[in-house]
């Protein structure tokens, strides 16, 4: 297989050695029954970091350590642990962590709830929509979880959905949006727009939105601006003090390894550090104070006045883990840097092999695009994407992306697939290596081999 100019040699390769620290399932474990047995037990070429990312042997160490404190220390955990992880101030050891991967103060994050229950505790706090100013700008197809939020907030204040959102879709012919239509969209209907929300990294597509300009160009409108960040936390590099982002919110079990339904994180520019808290816990109160159980709520300054729980020690322990790895490894600069050649290496490989068509192609009218191939929706500028390439296959709405899925699967190789015709590819700076990338890229090419030889039924 050709090489490409993003490949490094192992001995070049820093990062090469952060694999160890996950546990990688084998091809059997994934059930891969058309892997050959000599290889059976050897890790499986996993690719979908983006949904679930692996699990770090550091963060089975601190559940097994968390586990023993309670058999052993019960209650007095909380405020007389023997490793020091006092459970009342657990979520603390991991807002340093997230101030450096999002690009923020320590007061402007917490770690806490989940993604989509922080999108509305955010939407609560922002979304105030007067007559001239109700609207929400956002991205087409947004990630449905986003789009329910969004709809029931709007509907709850009395405005219909349909009115209330713009969801910006591309140009004809294209399948991402341009950062100027999205800057233009924000000059033409500013007045009108209360919050503009996209996600960092678009779950479908993958592309990597223009943070900085999209929240710059809201924020001239007078519009609030803030980010899903659940595609970007971990994989692309974030500042979203210095860009002047309103609110973020993200979930931690994709590129931060937490775990399945692990705890979300949240940030709070400086600038609203002071705003009165809504829905107020006892977790958001002054630590100092806290367990006088005072009738009166005096909150932490910032972001972490929004806690409303005591935190999963369990959860929270298992995304320390992950992040303590992550920040051995140099951070996300080192990761930006890393995961750019590997996915750079996946789309030059894609892009030379003989069923690679262009992604104008999959919008082409009926007859030039029912020749099998497989294309690229996510943008080819490395800048405007993360890890993940989305992969369409070709004729669309034929039956053969969930026939390349079976063959990946079968295979070994992991990946996800998107309703309708989207797989997505993702590899991981800190587990993944140039082989996984260059076996998934043959491996693809032996299924669609295949899908050729069996032939694809015509148009229903
Ligand atoms: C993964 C993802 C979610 C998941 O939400 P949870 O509340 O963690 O279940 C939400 N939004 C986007 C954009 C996602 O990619």
């Not at 320390?320 to 790895?325: R, T």
Request: proline share 6%; hydrophobic share 45%; glycine share 8%.
């Amino acid at each position: 297989m050709a090489d490409s100019q993003f490949k490094i040699a192992p001995e070049q390769d820093a990062l090469l050695t952060f694999r160890a620290e996950f546990a990688i399932p084998t091809f059997r474990q994934m059930k891969a029954g058309a892997v050959a047995s000599d290889i059976a037990d050897e890790p499986c070429t996993y690719l979908c970091g983006n949904s679930l990312g692996l699990r770090a042997r550091r963060s089975k160490e601190l559940i097994e350590e968390e586990l023993e404190v309670w058999a052993t220390r019960a209650v007095e955990g909380h405020f007389d642990h023997p490793l020091g992880r006092n459970w009342v101030g657990i979520a603390d050891k991991i807002h340093p962590h997230f101030a450096q991967l999002v690009g923020a103060q320590e007061s402007e994050v917490a770690c806490m709830g989940t993604l989509t229950t922080n999108l509305h505790l955010m939407l609560n706090l922002f979304y105030k929509p007067t007559t001239e100013r109700y609207k929400i700008l956002c991205e087409a197809k947004a990630f449905p979880s986003d789009q329910y939020a969004m709809a029931t907030q709007v509907a709850a204040r009395g405005y219909a959905p349909s009115d209330a959102i713009i969801a910006l879709a591309p140009r004809t012919g294209e399948h991402t949006l341009r950062t100027e239509d999205i800057l233009a969209a924000i000059e033409r209907e500013g007045a009108s727009i209360a919050l503009v929300l996209f996600a960092g990294v678009q779950f479908y597509t993958g592309q990597f939105f223009a943070i900085k300009e999209i929240t710059a160009a809201a924020k001239a409108q007078g519009c609030v601006c803030g980010w899903d960040l659940a595609h970007a936390v971990g994989n692309v590099p974030l500042s979203l003090h210095d860009w002047d982002v309103d609110f973020a919110v993200w979930c931690t079990y994709k590129y931060l390894n937490s775990g399945p339904g692990g705890i979300g994180g949240l940030f709070l520019h400086e600038r609203w550090a002071d705003l009165p808290v809504r829905e107020a816990g006892w977790w958001g109160h002054d630590p100092a104070t806290r367990f006088d159980m005072p009738p009166d709520f005096r909150p932490i300054r910032g972001a972490q006045g929004l806690q409303q729980s005591n935190p999963s020690a369990l959860s929270v322990v298992a995304l320390l883990g992950a992040l303590e790895v992550f920040a051995a490894a140099g951070g996300i600069a080192a990761v930006r840097a890393r995961s750019l050649r590997l996915t750079g290496h996946l789309a030059a490989l894609l892009r030379a092999s003989r069923f690679y068509a262009p992604p104008g192609r999959a919008l082409a009218p009926e007859g030039e695009a029912t020749k099998l191939a497989v294309t690229v929706i996510t943008p080819e500028d490395p800048a405007q994407r993360g890890a993940q390439l989305s992969l369409v296959f070709l004729p669309t709405g034929r039956g053969v992306m969930p026939r390349v899925l079976k063959g990946l699967e079968d295979r070994g190789v992991v990946g996800d697939s998107r309703k309708p015709d989207v797989i997505r590819l993702a590899p991981v700076a800190l587990y993944n290596t140039f082989e996984d990338v260059e076996r998934a890229v043959k491996v693809l090419e032996e299924v669609l081999a295949e899908v050729e030889k069996e032939g694809i039924p015509p148009a229903a």
